[in-house]
Nanobody
Framework: QVQLVASGGGLVKPGGSLRLSCVLT????????IGWFRQAPGKEREGVSC????????YYTDPVKGRFTVSSDVDENTVYLQMNFLQPEDTAVYYC????????????????????WGQGTQVTVSS
């Protein structure tokens, strides 16, 4: 059974950094593309970033480009999201999910099609 466990959220001041982790169990990371998503209060869940292990491509939504970096450690079956220069508008619950070929981050699929999600981790950016 494929499962994802996300961690690393917390409270940080504007301009600060956090690194989120997403551990995949039940399947090799090399066979999957993993996306990061977030949902702020009162807003729809949105794609943030994705890494496609089939070709090494990474994807980012415009608001986080230049600030967030997605990476992975295939030996640890873990995907990371390094978040720098965090702003209050980044406050949300962050989720990782299996996003086949990063199609959601490429606007080729809807978020509702994704089936395998981690449990979410809260990121709060506030002074």
């Amino acid at each position: 059974q494929v499962q994802l466990v996300a961690s690393g959220g917390g409270l940080v001041k504007p301009g600060g950094s956090l690194r989120l982790s997403c551990v995949l169990t039940g399947q090799s990371l090399n066979l999957n593309s993993i996306g990061w998503f977030r949902q702020a209060p009162g807003k729809e869940r949105e794609g943030v970033s994705c890494i496609n292990h089939a070709d090494g491509m990474t994807y980012y939504t415009d608001p986080v480009k230049g600030r967030f970096t997605v990476s992975s450690d295939v030996d640890e079956n873990t995907v990371y999201l390094q978040m720098n220069f965090l702003q209050p508008e980044d406050t949300a619950v962050y989720y990782c999910a299996v996003d086949p070929l990063c199609w959601v981050l490429q606007d080729k699929w809807q978020i509702s099609y994704l089936e395998t999600w981690g449990q979410g981790t809260q990121v709060t950016v506030s002074s």
